[in-house]
């Protein structure tokens, strides 16, 4: 029912590039992310900046990998992806490689499937993107917007300029979500027990060294766990991290 291609540049989907798409409008709609106040906010942003692009479908989640990828947050238009969840979810299960650009995929609609009239809500379907956003700052967090075009009457597109603009909207709405999920006040932190144990022992003055004498690994294992803890209360040193982890009731 679905190919998805090779990534973006590598290779595009057969359908013409006929979209009614209009840029500048498209980025117009994305200056209401910095005036956004609530999370409410955000699903008419992309709503018009998707219609704006000349999409026809459109979806929008956030996912927390630490928790096999459970949903957080989302907003769509139809259950028009759903033949795409299991590989969006796949895009979102790992964050990339430092100085990687995030995962990105064209999937396009074998000609013989009726212009897709077989997707829940997304009859005349041709092609679409999907692709991955990532924080600005370590985060357990990911968030995945997909896009889907039908074969209307338009300008010709360069699929380039398409997957440029989707992949800056989506990087502005998921730093909008998060500004505005960190304003509504802390945001639930889970550490493992090794990182709890680390932490509960730097609270009472040992050193990463002591530390993994007491719990017989290596030193590099206590300060793999502590990172990890740091990036989970967003802090960059240990007394930062010991004093977020009591004041949340962690330790």
């Known amino acids: 029912m679905t190919k998805l291609t090779s990534p973006c540049g590598a290779g595009h989907p057969a359908t013409p590039a006929r979209v009614a798409c209009r840029p500048l409008e498209a980025l117009q709609t994305l200056r209401r992310l910095s005036v956004a106040s609530l999370r409410s906010d955000l699903p008419a942003v992309v709503r018009r900046f998707s219609r704006a692009l000349g999409a026809r479908h459109y979806v929008f989640a956030v996912v927390d990998r630490e928790e096999q990828g459970r949903l957080l947050w989302s907003c769509d238009d139809a259950d028009w992806w759903q033949p795409l969840q299991p590989e969006l979810a796949a895009m979102m299960a790992r964050p990339a490689a430092s100085g990687a650009r ?7 609609i074998e000609p013989g499937n009726d212009a897709g009239a077989s997707w829940p809500g997304g009859a005349g379907l041709r092609f679409g993107i999907a692709l991955v956003a990532e924080p600005l700052r370590p985060s357990n967090l990911a968030a995945g917007f997909a896009l889907g075009f039908g074969g209307v009457a338009g300008e010709p597109f360069d699929y380039d ?91």
């Not at 997957?163 to 509504?184: E, I, K, P, T």
């Open 161 to 251: 300029m398409l997957a440029s603009l989707a992949c800056h909207a989506a990087g502005l709405v998921f730093d909008a979500y998060l500004r505005l999920s960190a304003a509504r006040g802390p945001a639930a932190v889970k550490l493992s027990a090794r990182e709890r144990e680390c932490l509960r022992w730097a609270a009472v003055g040992k050193t990463s060294w002591e530390t993994a004498c007491i719990l017989e690994v290596g030193e590099r294992t206590v300060n793999f766990h502590l990172g990890n803890a740091f990036a989970k209360l967003q802090v960059n040193n240990k007394q930062a991290a010991v004093a977020q982890a009591i004041l949340r009731g962690l330790i």
């Open 102 to 108: 995030p995962p990105r995929r064209w999937f396009g």
